[in-house]
């Protein structure tokens, strides 16, 4: 062995005489699990250049870039709603009741499933009329289904049941007036009451499509880098950040600090592909946010809008 | 460095080279089809790349499971950053770029979570070849694990990948003179740990 290690030549020769054999076919499995992924994963749109042999743009043109970009995500996070909603792998089990026809100015009830408990556990929706529940599953590796049931315990509505859906849209059909129960096919305690036709005590009255109390966007950490690096959310709202973790095996976690380094959120960090983080709403300005795992790996939360009086 | 020796010839397209070395033809409609979304053009590209992408991935990390991880997370990230992707020509360096760095955030982690050793079984039909022998490839195993990612890189692209040096700058972003040293100084380390491993030292100990 030593004496082909002499010269680079004789490392040339070892090196390609070692390497050319072993496997060069990625399985096939694994190629359709690639296409499969790619079938559900949107292109980015953004302006950032990502290429060979690119000559970087003068600093003004990458700011006006970013500016647009950060309009970009703005204008977008008032969709993100609708365009989230039934993102992600499901996997269809057990009867369901036939999917109603929702108009699109049907009532839309807001409510997430966080440590299997609904929250929050009394809903409100209009009598005689369909209506939309959409929900964030915060518990990503739970299956979960809804199920509507009448005061006699007959189930009036019934999902199909999915796992790692993490925004889930239910057309609901009309329900005449009355208390129903609604809960989780799969974990009948995670449970709530469904007010039909009676008005909600504490908060406003109902009317057709509701602005969403919460809004959502996807974070990816891969190679130790955010993408994108810059998020934006409207003042006031509560909101969820979902971290899509592409570093098999590595944990990571969502931090957000304040321009002045004041902690806005901790939470722990997770090596599981998904993670869901509830932000509390928080006031209009720019915040850091970072992976407490990696704090090199960062991005920017800025949160537009009127704080209001 | 045998530079007189022939390798692999250069893929052109209308007289230029492209993919420079990269052993593909780039179907530029079919790249063009991708970047504005068509997952079937994305797919079709992938179909004549993935294993070539795999074996390289497969090189530099010796884990086959790790190197279907890593081509994995890269090729869906080609996917999303595509749009980004300013000259179709540059398809084949730049997905190998994306592999590339897929592999070295890979390997780090492997790094980091342990000393893994793994090493490539013998395939005698495809594998087995008159110039080394068992014995060998294991130390070549145990010295190439000896070294850095990056330096990985340069060995696979440069001695099974058959990349020039201006393939492999093209592919890793930095300079052709610097792949030229870099790439000397990754032999001069291969060669000292096969030494050492040679004289029995191998445990314990820098190699370069």
């Known amino acids: 062995m030593t004496d082909h290690a002499t010269d680079d030549r004789g490392i040339d020769r070892i090196l390609e005489a070692w390497l050319r054999p072993g496997p060069s076919d990625l399985p096939d499995e694994r190629f359709a699990s690639i296409v499969a992924v790619v079938g559900r994963t949107s292109q980015r749109r953004r302006l950032r250049r990502f290429g060979n042999g690119s000559v970087p743009r003068p600093v003004g043109r990458r700011l006006a870039a970013a500016a647009a970009a950060l309009l970009l995500v703005t204008s977008a996070g008032a969709l993100v709603l609708g365009a989230r909603w039934s993102a992600g792998p499901a996997t269809p089990a057990g009867p369901s009741t036939p999917e109603a026809t929702v108009p699109p100015t049907a009532t839309v009830i807001e409510l997430a499933v966080r440590d299997l408990a609904f929250v929050p556990t009394d809903l409100y929706a209009p009598a005689d009329a369909p209506f939309e529940i959409r929900l964030a599953d915060e518990d990503t590796q739970v299956p979960l289904g809804l199920e509507i049931l009448d005061d006699a315990g007959r189930s009036r509505y019934a999902s199909e049941v999915a796992t790692g859906v993490t925004m889930r849209t239910f057309p609901v059909p009309a329900l005449p007036t009355g208390t129903y129960a609604i809960r989780d096919r799969v974990h009948p305690n995670t449970s709530g009451v469904l007010h039909v036709g009676s008005a909600e005590p504490t908060g406003p009255a109902l009317s057709p499509s509701p602005a969403p109390t919460f809004a959502h966007v996807v974070i990816t950490t891969a190679g130790h880098a955010f993408t994108p690096t810059a998020v934006s959310f409207p003042v006031g709202r509560r909101f969820f950040i979902e971290l899509h973790n592409l570093d098999t095996g590595v944990s990571h976690g969502i931090a957000i600090d304040d321009a002045t380094g004041t902690p806005m959120l901790r939470a722990g960090a997770s090596s599981g592909p998904v993670s869901i983080y509830p932000v509390d709403a928080m006031p209009a300005g720019s915040y850091v946010i970072f992976d407490p795992a990696d704090p090199a790996v960062r991005a920017t939360l800025v949160v537009v809008g009127s704080d209001g009086p | ?208």
């Open chain 2, 1 to 208: 460095m045998n530079t007189a020796r022939p390798r692999r010839p250069i893929v052109s397209v209308h007289g230029v080279p492209l993919g420079a070395g990269m052993g593909q033809c780039v179907d530029l409609q079919l790249v063009e089809a991708a970047r504005n979304g068509d997952r079937e053009a994305y797919a079709e590209l992938l179909r004549g790349r993935a294993g070539r992408l795999y074996a390289i991935a497969q090189r530099i990390l010796r884990d086959p499971e790790r190197a279907e991880d890593a081509v994995q997370d890269a090729l869906v990230l080609a996917w999303r950053d595509l749009p980004a992707l300013r000259d179709p020509a540059r398809f084949d360096a730049w997905l190998h770029r994306v592999v590339v760095h897929a592999c070295l955030a890979e390997a780090r982690r492997t790094r980091r979570m342990t000393a893994r050793l793994v090493e490539l079984p013998v395939d005698i039909a495809v594998g087995r070849d008159d110039y080394l022998d068992v014995v060998e490839r294991e130390a070549l195993d145990r010295a190439f694990l000896r070294l850095a990612p990056e330096q990985r890189v340069l060995l696979v692209l440069r001695h099974y990948a058959g990349l020039e040096t201006a393939a492999i700058a093209e592919v890793l972003g930095v300079p052709h003179g610097t792949v030229r040293s870099r790439l000397h100084h990754a032999h001069r380390v291969m060669r000292a740990a096969l030494e050492a491993d040679a004289r029995g030292a191998f445990a314990g100990g820098t190699s370069a």
